[in-house]
């Protein structure tokens, strides 16, 4: 509560200017998070009683207007030296053709609290805190079910805008919430409109559950029983394959794949680290790591038991990731870190040596070896009832790493281009490839060093010794 009794002084001089006769609340998120005893960073307030003309006057008086939503009834106002507010009027919304544009929007600075609220997707978003009086206004009992931990719509209106069921996913994966059955059923009923959807909104709603869930699994259960996992498939694939039970006894691919969701939100890396990106990649890395399994599990003979295995799903599921996000159109900065984790999740160095530790760090590009330990520790710890511990392999690839240097990159080459053109080695073809033997004799641990580099492009290029200058 403490982010709604203690409101930015911004905030506390807009609404003394604001005449007797206006009804001002806080609204949406920010009495939610609140409520939660979460921090606010966003506040909204939503402005009863006094109509668009009269309130843009105050808002202009002590700051600027942006009235880029103007015809949502919404004002972007940034007051001097202070963060930009959503102030928007009470409206009604009413369906009036495909996508999340074809509403008609009303403001109306008469309606009620309660008409007002009900074009809210989920009773938790419904509620409203009065500032001026301290008190909440809850038409729908977002209170309770936030105590309850039911996700749960407002009203029929909910169907629609068919997004909200995606934004259902990353609310219970958020909050720990399950999906009331009514609203469960209700998005079930509406399915076959997912095909409105624009792929940035869905992208939009994954990168949240991604970077904000705290119980990522809720938000896959809450996506597979609205009937919505059907149109990731990839991912609804999973359901049902079978895992060996010695090494999986927590069940299918399915139920694996949400342990590792949970069990990567508890690693320290994830705790510690202040990069959305970072957590985005790990976290869909390790969504998608384990796709491959749906084509390439089998059953085999060993020692006369009988076994299952999925050898090279992990080259698979690094294409299925791919068409997973090139299809959610996920920026290319973000598909080309998670394609190399997803690919390389299964590296099991029986002796973490030098080699393998140069050579992993030059597959992982543009990752890094402590991103791919964090992904290959929560897929460690996404078996339960077995142990929680961190396999000593994965320490031992990052604690070899940082010795060797390649933490957060590739090996340097020691031989660059230069080098060969001080030796008067023209640029072409033949250039190219004297580096990339030198690089891979370098990754090998043949050559150890830059002046073990230059001997070998001597003799290998039958050169003279180099002459002196900048280059040598």
């Not at 991103?371 to 320490?395: E, F, N, Q, Y």
């Amino acid at each position: 509560m403490d982010g709604l009794t203690h409101i930015p002084h911004q905030l506390e001089t807009l609404l003394k200017a604001l005449p007797s006769d206006a009804r001002p609340y806080l609204v949406g998120g920010c009495v939610r998070d609140g409520l939660l005893g979460l921090p606010v960073k966003d506040y909204d307030l939503e402005i009863f009683g006094i109509p668009f003309d009269d309130l843009m006057r105050i808002l202009k008086t002590h700051g600027r207007t942006d009235t880029v939503g103007k015809s949502f009834g919404i004002i972007k106002w940034t007051p001097q030296k202070g963060q930009t507010f959503d102030i928007a009027l009470p409206r009604k919304e009413t369906k009036s053709g495909r996508g999340h544009r074809g509403f008609d929007v009303i403001a109306d600075p008469n309606l009620s609290t309660t008409e007002a609220a009900a074009r809210r997707d989920f009773t938790i978003n419904a509620i409203m805190y009065d500032p001026i009086r301290q008190e909440m206004i809850d038409p729908f009992d977002g209170r309770k079910d936030l105590e309850n931990k039911i996700l749960r719509h407002t009203s029929p209106a909910f169907s629609e805008d068919p997004l909200r069921v995606l934004r259902g996913m990353q609310f219970a994966g958020r909050f720990g919430l399950t999906g009331h059955p009514d609203t469960l059923k209700l998005c079930q009923s509406i399915k076959d409109q997912f095909e409105e959807l624009a792929s940035e909104r869905i992208w939009e709603e994954w990168r949240k559950w991604a970077t904000l869930s705290r119980h990522p699994s809720m938000g896959l259960a809450f996506l597979d029983l609205s009937g919505w996992l059907e149109h990731f498939p990839e991912l609804h694939a999973m359901k049902g394959v079978p895992q060996d039970p010695i090494w999986h006894p927590e069940g299918d691919v399915w139920q694996h794949t949400c342990h590792c969701c949970n069990a990567l939100v508890t690693l320290p890396a994830w705790e510690e680290t202040e990069s959305e990106q970072d957590r985005l990649v790990w976290m869909l890395a390790i969504l998608l790591h384990d796709t491959g399994k749906t084509s390439t599990t089998e059953q085999v003979v060993k020692e006369g038991k009988t076994r299952i295995v999925s050898p090279g799903h992990d080259k698979v599921s690094a294409n299925l990731a791919d068409e997973f996000l090139l299809r959610m159109k996920a920026p290319n900065n973000i598909r080309e870190r998670i394609i190399p984790l997803v690919a390389q999740h299964m590296i099991h160095v029986g002796t973490v040596t030098d080699r393998a530790v140069r050579r992993l760090a030059k597959r992982l590009e543009p990752e890094t070896i402590p991103s791919l330990c964090t992904v290959m520790s929560a897929d460690a710890m996404g078996r339960p009832p077995l142990s929680k511990a961190i396999p000593g392999h994965i320490l031992e690839i990052q604690h070899r790493a940082e010795e060797l240097d390649v933490l957060s990159n590739a090996p340097e080459p020691f031989l660059k281009g230069r080098d060969l053109i001080a030796l008067g080695i023209e640029p072409g073809k033949q250039m190219g490839e004297w580096l990339k033997q030198g690089y891979e004799l370098q990754l090998e641990g043949e050559i150890e060093n830059r002046e073990a580099a230059l001997h070998w492009i001597r003799v290998h290029a039958k050169r003279p010794p180099e002459r002196s200058g900048p280059c040598a």
